[in-house]
């Protein structure tokens, strides 16, 4: 999907929701374990009450391969699903890849061609020749880690190399790469009082913006601070949404919750 695709899609919604889709087996409703699938059928579910109110899904690999060959096949098939009949939503793997070379190629082909995601987190540590194989994706993004939403970003994100932290390095930096159009950042919302001077460096470039809800962070900071001109904002709330209700109206719940936040996100465009 092309970056103008997505500003309309965010425009038509008038919402730059991102769904996370975190399963974890302890949280979904017990009625699903009798399932084949129950992660598929819990992300199924999901989806299909929630996609007209948001622009992106965001499934973070872990939660699929801490289950095995199973979690992986329901991962291929949440995103085969997608693609078939939402093929206008925004999909990210959540993977925080990078390595050397060939290796970020493999990287880049499981996720950009195996299972044709529009985009996958990449953490930028390894340098340039890790990143640029995934840029080189015509139509794929590469959503590199900036500021974390985590308490450990302090540990060394905002530490000073020479005069600039770390992680404006990384944005500064990153701008030179071959195919750098293709850049996305993470910036957790957390760090909302970042974001005008991160604005300063990438005043255009789309952020993946995690950690409102259950990690504290706040959608109307973010906003004020982060919005550009074309949104450039997929702000995420994964547990805050998915797990709504354990119940046998799950879906419903997170379709309430998610409406809520499409609202909120109408009135700040
Ligand atoms: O800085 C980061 C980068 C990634 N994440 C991921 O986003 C979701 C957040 O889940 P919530 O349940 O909405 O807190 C999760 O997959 C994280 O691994 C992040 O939180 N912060």
Same mark, same amino acid.
């Given at each position: 999907?092309?970056?103008?695709?997505?500003?309309?899609? #965010?425009?038509?919604?008038?919402?730059?929701?991102?769904?996370?889709?975190?399963?974890?087996?302890?949280?979904?409703?017990?009625?699903?374990?009798?399932?084949?699938?129950? #992660?598929? &059928?819990?992300?199924?579910?999901?989806?299909? &009450?929630?996609?007209?109110?948001?622009?992106? *899904?965001?499934?973070?690999?872990?939660?699929?391969? =801490?289950?095995?060959?199973?979690?992986?096949?329901?991962?291929?098939?949440?995103? =085969?699903?997608?693609?078939?009949?939402?093929?206008?939503?925004?999909?990210?793997?959540?993977?925080?890849?990078?390595? /050397?070379?060939?290796?970020?190629?493999?990287?880049?082909?499981?996720?950009?061609?195996?299972? =044709?995601?529009?985009?996958?987190?990449?953490?930028?540590?390894?340098?340039?020749?890790?990143?640029?194989?995934?840029?080189?994706?015509?139509?794929?993004?590469? /959503?590199?880690? &900036?500021?974390?939403?985590?308490?450990?970003?302090?540990?060394?994100?905002?530490?000073?190399?020479?005069?600039?932290?770390?992680?404006?390095?990384?944005?500064?930096?990153?701008?030179?790469?071959?195919?750098?159009?293709?850049?996305?950042?993470?910036?957790? =919302?957390?760090?909302?009082? *970042?974001?005008?001077? #991160?604005?300063?460096? #990438?005043?255009?470039?789309?952020?993946?913006?995690?950690?409102?809800?259950?990690?504290?962070?706040?959608?109307?900071?973010?906003?004020?601070?982060?919005?550009?001109?074309?949104?450039?904002?997929?702000?995420?709330?994964?547990?805050?949404?998915? *797990?709504?209700?354990?119940?046998?109206?799950?879906?419903?719940?997170?379709?309430?919750?998610?409406?809520?936040?499409?609202?909120?996100?109408?009135?700040?465009?």
């Amino acid at each position: 999907m092309t970056t103008e695709q997505l500003v309309s899609e #965010i425009r038509k919604k008038k919402s730059f929701l991102c769904i996370g889709l975190d399963v974890d087996l302890n949280k979904i409703p017990e009625h699903l374990l009798q399932e084949d699938d129950p #992660i598929f &059928a819990f992300n199924k579910a999901i989806i299909d &009450a929630t996609h007209h109110l948001c622009v992106a *899904y965001k499934p973070n690999t872990a939660f699929y391969e =801490a289950y095995g060959i199973r979690g992986w096949q329901a991962l291929q098939k949440t995103i =085969a699903y997608l693609n078939e009949n939402y093929p206008e939503i925004f999909t990210i793997a959540d993977a925080k890849r990078g390595d /050397i070379g060939n290796t970020s190629t493999m990287y880049a082909k499981a996720f950009f061609e195996d299972m =044709a995601f529009d985009s996958v987190t990449i953490a930028p540590y390894m340098g340039k020749d890790s990143v640029e194989p995934f840029l080189a994706f015509k139509d794929k993004h590469t /959503i590199l880690l &900036a500021l974390t939403s985590n308490q450990g970003a302090f540990d060394f994100q905002t530490k000073k190399i020479d005069e600039n932290e770390l992680y404006k390095e990384v944005l500064k930096v990153s701008k030179t790469y071959k195919n750098a159009e293709n850049l996305m950042y993470v910036v957790g =919302a957390t760090k909302a009082e *970042y974001l005008a001077e #991160i604005r300063d460096i #990438i005043p255009e470039s789309f952020l993946l913006v995690p950690g409102v809800g259950a990690q504290g962070g706040n959608l109307q900071d973010v906003c004020k601070y982060g919005m550009a001109k074309n949104v450039g904002l997929l702000i995420n709330s994964s547990r805050g949404i998915i *797990y709504a209700s354990k119940n046998s109206d799950f879906a419903q719940a997170a379709a309430l919750k998610a409406k809520e936040m499409q609202i909120d996100m109408a009135a700040l465009l």
